[in-house]
Structure formats: structure tokens, C-alpha cells
């Protein structure tokens, strides 16, 4: 062998003749079926990995990315006004976006920060949930998840976890530096000590859209083929909602805003709107006219009651998922 | 041994009997389920995939009962459902590993199986592609993939050559020929397609009315009673006729220039027998064979 | 002896005047080819349209129906011109393969309704929607709603509202999609009638086999363009590039090979290392063949326990035209 010129590599051949090479015994490659032998159980639970599905595809679309940026500047803005207060003193009173009251300071910031989100979560609720089980609807997904040992609750938890996450995270995500930032920022005013709770009301505040949203979307899309026809009808359900609970408020109440704080919340936004408001603890102070004293008072709402909120959440979480379950019970793998 | 059992199944739908005191054997290998529409075909295999609460009587499947495993079978087992189906927003490669990863298997090995399965169903080229921009010869292949994925000892195929062109079908039936031979994995394929039936499977279980009408290795129900043979004559010749039954072969069915012929017990060079009587009566033969029962008659005769 | 209960296979009858006729038709939708130049004539019988995914068969379909006008070309359906125009529907039935939704109604409103609409007059309607359905097998289901039927009954159903008015001409898209063999018997019966009465039927269909045994009259097209139109056996004569294959399973092979390779007209002689006891010959002169084949094995003493042709049959016509893969 070594005695040929040039091409072969002196000892080459013999290394592969020799027998011994992950080859010898044959060459050409058996590129047919194997087995699988491999683990079968994982350690993570099942509906996450539908999850995790629904999470990538939610992150692909470029509206997700856009609206969640836009939802995340009040939280900058916010930083912003604390930085500035905390520079200059500010008269009482004089500025009705601050409220200096110990114990409220910073959850009515934290809390106008999610009031300003709350359309955007609701865009991207639209966005992300509208196809989680309408688009398995209009390809038959159902057939391939149910084949699995996969059972319909892990496919309802999975989906529904999913539109959660979302949320959920474009809450809490910015709510938590925001909260890091004024820990470090504000310590020293009394932060930590005036309102010890703040990271908890916080992150229940951050959770509630989240949940709420989640499982009415996921009902809606649990029972449409089309992602944009269960998109409409939530929308249009969540603005009738908040046009018909406005104007029959208006109408009752003159626009008086003292008045009616119940009423005034009895929409999806508004349930959302009124439990952030108990969560954080926060007491609106509006300033309003008065006509009989014909001065400027500070008008004090309370939030309206945590018992009906409780009961409204509660009742649109288990009217989505409810919903949704009965829609994917229905579905039949083999069909005759 | 058998790869499932059942015993006794009666399956109710509300007031509807579908099954009622159904037994059955499902022995190993490729077996072809067979049917009317009606005869509980469908839910034989809801049963054995455990999605039936029976009314009474149950049954295993590879081991497992399938009225309280139902999971574990799901594991086991891989199904090509008869619809189109998918998930949507996914390339051929990410459907197939997030199959594979619903069954249990860890992310790495499911996204590597993912790309063997898919090259070994034919879909090597197109792996990369959006799944909703496939032709339906891609979807039915792309079904069998997710089925295969995770190494399922059986495997379920429901009319798995729904909408293919005649390349497409000859194509799938190699691969269910292939997969079901030698590569350690059952199989049963539900068709109303017999030829369909007749390439792949070895055995066949026949449905009528909730029960089994029949069931066997199919070489065995093909064969006749006694030697029969078709033979194809250019045209259609009495005289022909005449000449065979002058020599004790009795002529059982003619349909146009085609004899079906029963020969005497013993013969032992047919093909003399019938060139002889073919040149005595100025006939020219065409082509003639060994004559079986052709599925579709078994299945004709078990059902009416 | 015993006569086959099926009627034997239809052939084409061309009338003088065919019952579709297309003339240098092409039709497309903007830079993609539905069909290309395709010039043929369909008589009475059954007729079979087959061809690949995307050979422009569900083109032709639209275009005999009426549902298209050809881009340059004529098409021409009993005399006249199928686009939009009552006169030919009347005496048109289509059997689509997209499934209706008409899920809420009986499938024996849903057969009223469209003979309504074919233009059955009301004290006529009600015997002949019975009839109907009773000739599609569906007497014992039809007042069921559709959304509760399976593939097979649907299948049926839409049938039955194709020759409620008695058409001439009967277009049918994979008829027997969902039919069990029972059905496919039925359905195959309903359509053997329909042509012995003179009817013109076209069937597209994937399912080689099932029009194997229903016609030999064939309508072959790839990519948009017509490669063969006739009787399928006579389409395999004239396919040169194939000459005829012949497999004869004898117990001395060898012995018979030589014979063969002594015959001017056999062109080659295989064996195939699977099947020990056959050998193959290919030939362009199947007749002489056929003359010659039974002398020499009389003469010789070869015992033959099988020969027959395995490429004369409708896949194999469907394979060499089309082209592998």
C-alpha cells in the first residue's frame, strides 16, 4: 500500500480492511425503520408541553412583540414621575396623578401602571388566544393530541396555561423591576415598611387579567373553527360589555362619579379594574366639582365590593373553561 | 400470542347497542379489519384504545385493560386517524418531534427521531415546509410519521389511502407493507379498499352487525374447495364450454371472455388439459392462473 | 353453468352526435394550466377520468358542469354550451366530492329540495324523491339528519339528488368514497343501469380497481394535458416503449426459456431470483404469441401451471403513461 504513489493515504485501507470500524461488518447503512427504546415517561408534565407549544407560536408574531412593548411604557413612565417626585417636593394635593398617602403611594402608581396595560393585555389576548383551540378546530388537532396519551383535561390545562403565561408575564415582568427599582430607589422613604405587602398585591393584581381573559378566550375559541370569528366575538363582548355597563351607569347615575361605583364595574374591564383596585388597596381621590359649595373637593371612591368582584371573576372563569371542556368532550377520534 | 383480547364487550351509546357479547382474538402481524358501515368497526377500535367505557365485558391490549389503561396504551400505540389532520403553524419537523414529545419522548430524542421517521416516510425533501401547504399525498404520510414516531408496538391505520392518487397509494402500501414486516411492529388497517387489504395484510377480522363474521389468515380463506382456475380467452366460446364439460371440468362463473373453472380432483397438469380442450374447440387462451377467492367474496359472503 | 349476475363491462357507444364534446379546449387561472389543448368526444356508457393530483380532472368537471368557461376553446354538452346555462342543467346531474353542509336537514328534505330545484314538478316530486332513495339503498335513513350520517350514507344522498331528474348526462366525482364493497356493488349497479339506458356517465376516480371493473373506456390526463382516450387494452397494444409483459410459471423454466429465445418475435427473457419457477418474456406481438405459446408447450411436454399478462390491466396503462413518480 505504501508503495502506491500519491492518492491513498499509506495505511488507509488497511485500517478499514482490518475489521474493526464501526462499518466493517456493513458498509452501506441500513437506512430503514428503527425502533424507538428510548425513555417514554418525562419529567415535566404533560399539558406543558402543549404549553410550550402555544407559548413559541404566541412569540413568533409580531403584534405580540409590539403591543406588549406599548404596555410596558406606562411602567417607564411611572419610573419616571417617582424619580422626578422624589427630586422635587410636590405640594399636596396639587397634582391629582400622585397620591402621596403612606400606604398607597407606590400600589396607586403600581396600579395606574396595569390600568394603562389593560388594553394592551386585552389586544394581546386577541392576538394570542383567539386560535389556542379555534385552530386546532379547523384542522383537526384534537385528533392527533387525543391519539396521544394525552387526556382532554392535560389539552385544556395546557392551552389555557398557555394564553395565561402570556399575560401573565407581560404583567408581572415589568411590574417586578418596577418593584426592584423602587426597592432600591426608595427604601430609604419607607418602601418596604409602608407597604409590606406591595409585591404580593402586585403580582395577584398582574395574575387577574390573566386569568380572567384566559378562560374566556379559551371558551370562545374552544367553540369556533375560525380564529378570527372567536377574536370578534370576545371583542365584541368585552366593548358592548363596557358601552352597555357605561351608559346605563351614565344614565342612572348623571356621571356622577361618586355614585354607582358598583354599577360602574360590572363589565369584564371593569371586574379586572375593581379587583386590581382591592388588591392594591387603592382609594381614588377625584377631584370634582361641587355645585352646591361651589368649591373643589377631593372626592374619595372606594373600590367597589371584593365579594361581587370575586363572584364575577369566578363565575367568567367557569363559564370559559367550562365552556371550553364541554366543547372538547364532544370530540370523537374515531368516527364511524 | 395475541396483541389484544377482548372478551364479552358490549358497548352502549345511550340507548344504541353498538357491540353486544363481542369476542375477538387480534392475533400479531399486519391485520386487515374489515367491515360494513355500521358493523362496530369503529368502535372495536375505540375499545382497544381505550376510549370506550364498556357496558360489560372489557379486554387488553398488548398487556394493558382497556377500559382503566386507556393512557398507557395511548403510549404504546400509534394512530393514523382517517381525517386530515394537524396542528397548525407547524414544519413537518416540529409536528412530528411535538408528536413525539406528547408521547412521552425527551425533546432531543423526539426532534431526532422527528427527521428519521419523516425521511423514512418519504418526506425528507420537504421537512422544512409549512404542513398546511401540503399536497394530500404529504398529509397522509405525514400522519403515518406522527403515528411512528414514538416506536409504537401497534400500530393503527384508518383507510390510510384516503384521496391518494394511484402513485400515492402504491407508495403507501409499501411503506405499511414494509413497516408491518420484519421491523417488529403490529399493525391493523381498517379499509373498505379490499385490494388495499389484500397487499399488505396477512390476516383479516371481518365485522358484521357487532359481532365477527369471519377471521383468519387470508391465504388460508382464498383457498377454494378444491382446484379452480380462471382462465381468459380471447372471446367468449360455447364451444369451449361445451369441450370442458365433456372432460369433468365444471364451468362455475363466465363473465364475458373469463371462465371460472373447477377441476377434476387430482389433475395434475392443468395446463395440458386446458391447451388440449382449447385447441379442440378452436378457443385461444389468453392467460390463466390458480384461482383464489378473491377478499372481496369473503367479505360479500360473511356480510349478506 | 352459471352467467355472471353483472352486466358485462360497458363500451364506448359514440353516438353520431357525442354527448360532450371538447374542442381545443384550454382553460387557467392566471399563470397556473387547469387544462391545455384537449380535443375529445364523450359518448354514452361509462367513461373514466383519471389521472394524478392535479391533472386538471376537477377542471374538466367544472367545465362540462357549467361551473367555468374555457379560456380559449369550446366545450359543448348535448349540443349546447354548459357555462351558465339552464338548459343543459336540467339534463345534467353532478355528484360533487366536497362534502354539502346541509347538516340540519333530513337527507330526504335535502333530495326534495334539489329536485326542486331541478325543476321536478311538485305532484310529481314526492314519488320520485322516494324512488330515488330508494334506488341509492337510503329508504331506511332518509328522514335522519345529514350532520348525523357517515361518509357512506352521505355519499348516497348525493347520488340520489344527481339522478332525481333523470339526466342524460351524469357526472360523478370518486363516487364511492366511504362506500363499503356492499355500497360499491349497489352504486356500481345504479350506474350500469343508468348507461344500458343510454346515459352518458363520467366517473373520476383514484380507485384504479373499481374502474377497472366497471369500464374499459378510459379518459387519461397529466398536467393539464389529454394522454389517451379509448379502450384501455387497445391503449396498452399501441404503448410501444412497454412492450407486452408474459409471466408463465412452468416447472422447467430453463427448458422454456430456450423455446422462447428460439421465437424471432420474443425480445427478452428474465427470471426473477423471488419466484424460482416463472420466467418473463417481453414481446410487441402478443398475437403470435398467443398462437405459438400453446403448440410448443403441447409439443414439449412443458407442464404449465400459470401464464398471463400482468401489465395488460388498467395500473399498468395508468403507470406507463403517467411516468413513475
Known sequence: MSEMSGHTPPGALDFIVAGDTPTAGAPIADLSYRNYDGPLHTRVARWWIVSLASLRLAVKKKGFWIAAAISILPYLIILLQLYLQSGTPVPAGANPLMDLTVGQRFASQFFQALGFQMFFLFIITLLVGSGVIAADNQSNALLVYLSKPLTKGDYLLGKWMGVFLILFGVAFIPGTILYVFCLLSYYSEGFLKNEPWLFARMTLAAATPAVIHASLITGFSAWSKSPRVAGALYAGLYFIGNIVVGATWAIRHRGNLGEGVLERHLSVEGVINGLAQNLYGVVQKLPTYNQRTNTMERLSIDPPSMMVMLLMAAAFVVVGVGAARMRIRAVEIVKG | ?304 | MTTSALPPVTTARIAAQPMIALEHTSRWYGQVIGINDVSCWIGAGITALLGPNGAGKSTMLKLITGQLKPTTGHVSVLGLEPFANTNVFRRLGYCPEIENSYDDMSGRDFVTLLGSMAGIPANRLRTRVSEVIEQVGMTANSDRKIGGYSKGMRQRVKVAQAIIHDPDVLILDEPFNGLDPLGRREMSAVLHHMADLGKCVVVSSHILYEVEQMTHNILLMNRGRLLAQGDVFHIRSLIDQHPHRIAITTTDSRGLARRMLDLPYVLSVRFDPLRPGTLEIETHSPELFYTQFPEIVLDHGFVVSSFESPDNNLESVFRYLVGAG
Do not use: W
Open chain 2, 1 to 304: 400470542m395475541p396483541v389484544a383480547t377482548i372478551s364479552n364487550l358490549t358497548v352502549r351509546y345511550g340507548k344504541k347497542t353498538a357491540v353486544s357479547d363481542l369476542s375477538v382474538e387480534v392475533p400479531e402481524g399486519c391485520i386487515g379489519l374489515l367491515g360494513p358501515n355500521g358493523a362496530g368497526k369503529t368502535t372495536l377500535i375505540k375499545t382497544l384504545l381505550g376510549f370506550v367505557k364498556p357496558a360489560a365485558g372489557g379486554g387488553n391490549l398488548l398487556g394493558l385493560d382497556v377500559a382503566t389503561q386507556g393512557l398507557a396504551i395511548r403510549q404504546k400505540i400509534g394512530l393514523m386517524p382517517e381525517q386530515d389532520c394537524h396542528i397548525p403553524g407547524m414544519n413537518a419537523v416540529t409536528f412530528a418531534a411535538y408528536a413525539g414529545e406528547l408521547a412521552g419522548m425527551p425533546a432531543k430524542d423526539a426532534m431526532r427521531r422527528a427527521h428519521e421517521t419523516l425521511e423514512y416516510c418519504g418526506l425528507g425533501e420537504a421537512r422544512y415546509r409549512n404542513i398546511e401547504t401540503y399536497s394530500t399525498g404529504m398529509k397522509q404520510r405525514i400522519k403515518l410519521a406522527q403515528a411512528l414516531i414514538h416506536g409504537p408496538k401497534l400500530l393503527f391505520l384508518d383507510e390510510p389511502t384516503n384521496g391518494l392518487d394511484p402513485a400515492g397509494r402504491d407508495e403507501m402500501l409499501r411503506l405499511i407493507r414494509d413497516v408491518s414486516h420484519g421491523k417488529g411492529i403490529n399493525v391493523i388497517v381498517s379499509s373498505h379498499l379490499l385490494p388495499d387489504i389484500e397487499r399488505t395484510c396477512d390476516q383479516v377480522i371481518v365485522m358484521r352487525s357487532g359481532r365477527i363474521a369471519t377471521q383468519g389468515a387470508v391465504e388460508t380463506l382464498r383457498q377454494t374447495q378444491g382446484v379452480q382456475f380462471e382462465v381468459d380467452l380471447r372471446l367468449p366460446s360455447p364451444g369451449f364450454a361445451i369441450a370442458v364439460e365433456g372432460k369433468g371440468i365444471k364451468v362455475l362463473t363466465q363473465y364475458g371472455a373469463k371462465y371460472r373453472l373447477s377441476l377434476p380432483d387430482g389433475t395434475v397438469d392443468a395446463g395440458r388439459l386446458l391447451f388440449e380442450t382449447a385447441k379442440e374447440s378452436g378457443a385461444q387462451i389468453r392467460g390463466f392462473h390458480t384461482a383464489l377467492r378473491s377478499l372481496e367474496d369473503i367479505f360479500l359472503e360473511a356480510v349478506e
